[in-house]
C-alpha cells in the first residue's frame, strides 16, 4: 500500500471510529422505545454484512498500524478507529508524557463517573508509551492502581506517566489522572513495573512485527 493510499484509510478509519463512538454515546444515554431498538438492532445486522474482505488472524497487526513503535488504529485506549476509545491523544514533555482525554458516559461505571477499569487501562497505556518513549518498547508485569476521588465522566481530563526507575530490561513507572483545569487534585495515582521482553520472546509474541525481524 503507498504512502498515499495508506493515509488515505487511517483518515477512513479514524473517520468511522469517531462515528461508532458517537453512535455508542447516543445508545448509552438515550432511552429510546423498545421498538425502535429492535429495528435498530436488525439495521445494525445489515450493516456488519457490509464488512467485506481480508479478516485478520488473532496475531496479524492491522495494515494501517505501526508496531511496536507506533500508531495503533484499533487499541481500546488510544485508537481513532475504535468505538470504545475516549481516545488517549498522547504527546511527550520534559519529564515522560502526558495524555488528555474526556470519557463519556458509555464508559460510566457508578452513575456521573467513569469505571475504575478505565482509568487503571488509560494508565496502564501511558505508562507502557513512557517505557517506549526511552527505547525499551515493554509489557506490564503489574500495576497498582490508587481511586483517590471518583473519575467525572464529560470532564477533560490530564494523565501524566514518567520512567522512574531502568533495572536491565525491568523499568518502574509512575502515573496519575487528574482534572485538566485543576492539575494539582489527583484522582487516580499508579505505580506500574513493566519489563521488555528479549528478542526471541518478543518474536515469538508478535510474529508480525517487523520491528522484531531480522
Avoid at 429492535?38 to 488473532?58: I, P, S, Y
Amino acid at each position: 500500500m503507498s504512502g498515499e493510499d495508506l493515509e488515505l484509510r487511517r483518515k477512513a478509519v479514524a473517520e468511522l471510529g469517531g462515528e461508532l463512538r458517537s453512535l455508542m454515546e447516543t445508545v448509552a444515554r438515550t432511552e429510546t422505545p423498545t421498538e425502535v431498538l429492535q429495528e435498530l438492532a436488525g439495521e445494525v445486522q445489515r450493516l456488519e454484512a457490509r464488512f467485506t474482505g481480508h479478516r485478520r488472524e488473532r496475531s496479524e497487526i492491522p495494515s494501517v498500524d505501526v508496531f511496536p513503535f507506533g500508531l495503533r488504529m484499533y487499541s481500546p485506549a488510544t485508537g481513532h478507529g475504535s468505538a470504545f476509545a475516549p481516545p488517549l491523544e498522547i504527546e511527550e514533555v520534559e519529564d515522560g508524557l502526558v495524555g488528555r482525554c474526556t470519557m463519556g458516559v458509555a464508559h460510566e461505571g457508578p452513575p456521573g463517573f467513569a469505571h475504575g477499569g478505565m482509568s487503571a487501562m488509560l494508565l496502564d497505556e501511558l505508562m507502557g508509551w513512557a517505557c517506549a518513549a526511552k527505547g525499551l518498547p515493554a509489557m506490564t508485569i503489574a500495576l497498582d492502581v490508587r481511586y483517590q476521588r471518583p473519575v467525572p465522566v464529560e470532564m477533560p481530563l490530564l494523565m501524566r506517566a514518567r520512567v522512574t526507575g531502568i533495572e536491565g530490561r525491568k523499568i518502574t513507572v509512575s502515573g496519575s489522572v487528574v482534572p485538566e483545569d485543576d492539575p494539582d487534585t489527583v484522582l487516580v495515582a499508579a505505580e506500574g513495573r513493566f519489563v521488555a521482553p528479549d528478542l526471541d520472546r518478543a518474536r515469538s509474541l508478535f510474529p508480525g512485527a517487523k520491528g522484531y525481524q531480522n
